[in-house]
């Protein structure tokens, strides 16, 4: 499957413990880069390199909370003096929400949301940036949400971070793409994880009842399914790679029709 599209390149992807991360993590090693992987599931990232080295590849973990801009500096710098260089920073860690009116949800919940869906993709880039043009260029990945695109009900936080990481992804594009800077992002509809490991702290029948209404959910949209974890990484891969040379300020929909014809069934 692995081409070697990323051969001899240095990434660092966010989120890298399980999910979107973990894929692209293990995607990127099979096309031959060194990848560091930065997450606040300790156990999560070294069985994600764990995996990445049984298969012959590098890689590395780093535990980081995104929404602490000295930890993502930390980390962005750290993965740059032991590999020597940065060609590639994947911004996917991310927290979910949902289920609350805008009255109903707490200021706590609201900043955390934008902390880490929105002030993350920006400390990820911020700090990597220098080091990209060390190397005369590089990509920079942002995760935002086909809920960046199109409304849903109650989401508000969720949908707004992920809106801002769009229009931070084209404002970026702007101001570095004439250095050689690609900022580019990916939009997903449903996948198959469980964001946050929200349904870890379910019971095993709430958890099950949770899984079955997205996959419900899912089955509404125009592909009728899940996407699983993979199909986000061959995205991933192109942005990052030459094939996508002169692409920048891009909004990658990956997301099996659902922002063509959103349906909700019968909500309201």
């Not at 979910?96 to 869906?117: F, P």
């Not at 702007?174 to 964001?195: A, F, K, Q």
């Amino acid at each position: 499957m692995a081409n070697g599209k990323l051969e001899g390149k240095v990434a660092v992807v966010t989120g890298a413990a399980s999910g979107i991360g973990r894929a692209i993590a293990r995607r990127y090693a099979q096309e031959g880069a060194i990848v560091h992987i930065a997450d606040v599931n300790a156990a999560g990232g070294a069985e994600t390199v764990k995996l990445i080295q049984a298969a012959g590849g590098e890689a590395a973990f780093s535990l980081c909370d995104v929404g602490d801009p000295e930890q993502v500096r930390a980390t962005i710098d750290g993965a740059a003096a032991a590999s020597g260089r940065l060609d590639i920073v994947v911004n996917v860690a991310g927290v979910g929400g949902g289920g609350k009116s805008a009255e109903d949800i707490t200021i706590e919940d609201w900043q955390r949301t934008i902390a880490v869906n929105l002030g993350g993709p920006f400390y990820g880039c911020k700090f990597a940036i220098p080091h990209l043009r060390k190397q005369g260029g590089g990509s920079l990945i942002n995760i935002s949400s086909v809920y960046g695109i199109i409304a849903a009900p109650k989401v508000a936080p969720y949908s707004a971070s992920k809106g801002g990481v769009i229009m931070l992804t084209k404002q970026l594009a702007v101001d570095y793409s004439h250095e050689n800077i690609r900022v580019n992002c990916i939009c997903p509809g449903y996948v198959d994880t469980d964001l946050g490991g929200r349904r870890a702290r379910m019971t095993p029948e709430d958890a099950a009842k949770a899984h079955a209404a997205r996959e419900a959910k899912a089955a509404m949209q125009p592909i009728g399914r899940q996407a699983q974890p993979e199909e986000m990484a061959g995205a991933a891969v192109f942005l990052a790679s030459d094939d996508a040379s002169f692409v920048v300020g891009s909004i990658m929909v990956v997301d099996g029709g659902e922002s063509i014809l959103h349906n909700i069934g019968s909500y309201f």
